[in-house]
C-alpha cells in the first residue's frame, strides 16, 4: 500500500484521535479504498464511522461539536462533523445510513481489519464488505471506486 503524504498524515492524526474511542471505530469510503492498495485513486477527504458515544467524547477534544447531519436525500447520520486541521478534510459519522430503494440502510460493517500507517493503526472492514458498502452509496465516483476493488 502507497499513500500520499497528505492522506498519510491525516490517517496518522485521525488515529491519535481515536486511540480513545470505546467502540470499534472505521475508516470507509475512498481512503479505506486507497488502504486496500487500489489505483489509481484521488483522495479528497477521510471518512471516519464512529459511534455517538465515541462522537460526542472525542470530537469536543479537537475543538469541534458533532451535530445532526446535513439534509441530503441519500444519505444522513445521527450526528455528523468536519474536522478541518488535518492535511485532508475529515468526515466523522455517527449512526450513518444511506438511502436505497426508498429504505435507508444502516453502515455497520461486521468486518474490521487493522492497518499501518506508519506508526499508527487504523481500522476498515474487509475488502469485499467495503466494496458492499461503497456500491450500496450509488453514486457513478461510488461504483468506480468499488470496481477498484474487484481485482
Request: no cysteine; aromatic share 8%; glycine share 8%.
Given at each position: 500500500?502507497?499513500?500520499d503524504r497528505p492522506l498519510q498524515t491525516t490517517l496518522e492524526a485521525v488515529a491519535a484521535i481515536m486511540l480513545d474511542a470505546r467502540h470499534r471505530w472505521w475508516v470507509i469510503g475512498?481512503?479505506?479504498?486507497?488502504?486496500?492498495?487500489?489505483?489509481?485513486?484521488?483522495?479528497?477527504?477521510?471518512?471516519?464511522?464512529?459511534?455517538?458515544?465515541?462522537?460526542?467524547?472525542?470530537?469536543?477534544?479537537?475543538?469541534?461539536?458533532?451535530?445532526?447531519?446535513?439534509?441530503?436525500?441519500?444519505?444522513?447520520?445521527?450526528?455528523?462533523?468536519?474536522?478541518?486541521?488535518?492535511?485532508?478534510?475529515?468526515?466523522?459519522?455517527?449512526?450513518?445510513?444511506?438511502?436505497?430503494?426508498?429504505?435507508?440502510?444502516?453502515?455497520?460493517?461486521?468486518?474490521?481489519?487493522?492497518?499501518?500507517?506508519?506508526?499508527?493503526?487504523?481500522?476498515?472492514?474487509?475488502?469485499?464488505?467495503?466494496?458492499?458498502?461503497?456500491?450500496?452509496?450509488?453514486?457513478?465516483?461510488?461504483?468506480?471506486?468499488?470496481?477498484?476493488?474487484?481485482?
Open positions: 500500500m502507497r499513500l475512498s481512503a479505506a479504498v486507497a488502504l486496500h492498495g487500489a489505483e489509481p485513486l484521488t483522495v479528497a477527504d477521510v471518512d471516519i464511522l464512529l459511534s455517538p458515544q465515541d462522537a460526542r467524547l472525542l470530537l469536543p477534544r479537537i475543538g469541534i461539536v458533532p451535530g445532526a447531519g446535513a439534509d441530503h436525500p441519500d444519505f444522513r447520520s445521527t450526528l455528523f462533523a468536519t474536522w478541518r486541521d488535518a492535511a485532508l478534510p475529515v468526515e466523522f459519522m455517527a449512526g450513518f445510513s444511506y438511502r436505497r430503494y426508498g429504505e435507508w440502510m444502516p453502515v455497520a460493517p461486521r468486518t474490521r481489519m487493522a492497518m499501518m500507517v506508519g506508526k499508527a493503526m487504523v481500522f476498515v472492514p474487509e475488502r469485499a464488505e467495503l466494496r458492499e458498502i461503497i456500491q450500496g452509496f450509488g453514486r457513478p465516483k461510488d461504483w468506480e471506486r468499488a470496481g477498484l476493488l474487484a481485482g
